[in-house]
């Protein structure tokens, strides 16, 4: 699975921005994909997530209300659609994917991750 980002750019405060993930290569095994983002001086956390398959999401209360993650199954895309942007969700913002390969006896877990896109918001 190889994974691209792209929407990253400078915003003001309270202005919106939409990142794109778009995802290649044995897409159907993708279990998860979510947005993790690491400001400067900071761990990397998790933003929000989609279950490729009941669509169910997840989000960081921080960004609960704000952020809307999405995701094209055609096009194999993933959105995250960030509104009422704050200084404080200045970060790069990287997508990823998660793989379960399950058989009878055991199953593995693999994570994918895409080079990041930075999101700058000015005060």
């Known amino acids: 699975v190889q994974l691209v980002e792209s929407g990253g750019d400078l915003v003001q405060a309270g202005g919106s921005l939409r990142l794109s993930c778009a995802a290649s290569g044995r897409t159907s095994d993708i279990n998860t994909m979510g947005w993790y983002r690491q400001a400067p001086g900071k761990q990397r956390e998790l933003v929000a997530t989609i279950n490729t398959g009941t669509g169910s999401t997840n989000f960081v209360d921080s960004v609960k209300g704000r952020f809307v993650i999405s995701r094209d199954g055609a096009e194999n895309t993933m959105y995250l659609e960030m509104n009422s942007l704050k200084p404080e969700d200045t970060a790069v913002y990287y997508c990823?994917?998660?793989?379960?390969?399950?058989?009878?006896?055991?199953?593995?877990?693999?994570?994918?991750w895409g080079q990041g896109t930075l999101v700058t918001v000015s005060e």
């Open positions: 990823y994917a998660e793989v379960i390969i399950a058989t009878i006896e055991s199953s593995t877990r693999f994570e994918y």
